[in-house]
């Protein structure tokens, strides 16, 4: 099965496919299409944006996944106009690119003290057989740290992996041995996956790939 991903990020279409590798599905992104319309995200969460793109892309092809995020800083109330939320991109109200966002944030936390709680909020939305199924990342153990300090390291399609650190493991996101760590003993995530892996494959129906 081809499922389009509502999202021009390949880092997000590998992520997919290491999800669902034991699956028969394979992911195109809107890219891959050439689909250069989108829709206006007007929901007021991850779930209900996921939802409005999901809907829109499925007039162009019958199977979809589509997924929102809010980025929540611990240090600023939710009604601090400084506070991301689903303006992850976009917070001076006009997209940034990678750089960009990288030295927004990492002034923005500066100012914090240098240091950041943080934490993602995740919403998907799966559209199959005419109808829109989500899912919700309703994880209480993912906060990790916003710093002011850039590593020279970047992630595609991940710039603010450049200053997030694991507050168990002290490393950047992008560093190599905090990919490996978070590998092999995540089991706060592992849960998380195996929950949104039975998601997706029981919304698209899939079939397990022959041993």
Not at 178 to 205: G, H, M, W
């Given at each position: 099965?081809?499922?389009?991903?509502?999202?021009?990020?390949?880092?997000?279409?590998?992520?997919?496919?290491?999800?669902?590798?034991?699956?028969?599905?394979?992911?195109?992104?809107?890219?891959?299409?050439?689909?250069?319309?989108?829709?206006?995200?007007?929901?007021?969460?991850?779930?209900?944006?996921?939802?409005?793109?999901?809907?829109?892309?499925?007039?162009?092809?019958?199977?979809?996944?589509?997924?929102?995020?809010?980025?929540?800083?611990?240090?600023?109330?939710m009604?601090?106009?400084?506070?991301?939320?689903?303006?992850?991109?976009?917070?001076?109200?006009?997209?940034?690119?990678?750089?960009?966002?990288?030295?927004y944030?990492?002034?923005?936390?500066?100012?914090?003290?240098?240091?950041?709680?943080?934490?993602?909020?995740?919403?998907?939305?799966?559209?199959?057989?005419?109808?829109?199924?989500?899912?919700?990342?309703?994880?209480?153990?993912?906060?990790?740290?916003?710093?002011?300090?850039?590593?020279?390291?970047?992630?595609?399609?991940?710039?603010?992996?450049?200053?997030?650190?694991?507050?168990?493991?002290g490393?950047?996101?992008?560093?190599?041995?905090?990919?490996?760590?978070?590998?092999?003993?995540?089991?706060?995530?592992?849960?998380?996956?195996?929950?949104?892996?039975?998601?997706?494959?029981?919304?698209?129906?899939?079939?397990?790939?022959?041993?």
């Open positions: 099965m081809k499922i389009l991903l509502g999202t021009t990020n390949p880092s997000k279409a590998r992520r997919f496919a290491a999800l669902l590798a034991d699956y028969e599905v394979e992911f195109v992104t809107l890219q891959d299409l050439r689909l250069l319309g989108a829709p206006e995200e007007s929901g007021r969460t991850p779930v209900e944006n996921a939802e409005i793109k999901a809907r829109y892309y499925g007039h162009f092809f019958d199977h979809v996944l589509c997924e929102d995020s809010g980025l929540y800083l611990q240090e600023l109330p009604d601090d106009p400084r506070q991301p939320g689903l303006h992850i991109r976009s917070p001076k109200g006009y997209p940034l690119a990678d750089e960009e966002m990288i030295a944030y990492a002034t923005l936390v500066h100012t914090l003290g240098g240091r950041c709680p943080s934490r993602y909020v995740d919403g998907y939305a799966a559209y199959h057989g005419g109808t829109v199924r989500t899912f919700l990342d309703e994880r209480k153990d993912g906060t990790f740290f916003l710093v002011d300090a850039v590593h020279p390291r970047r992630h595609p399609g991940w710039p603010l992996d450049s200053i997030s650190v694991d507050p168990a493991t490393l950047y996101f992008v560093d190599p041995e905090q990919k490996e760590i978070r590998n092999s003993v995540d089991a706060v995530a592992r849960p998380y996956r195996a929950c949104l892996t039975a998601f997706l494959a029981e919304v698209f129906e899939l079939r397990k790939r022959e041993p």
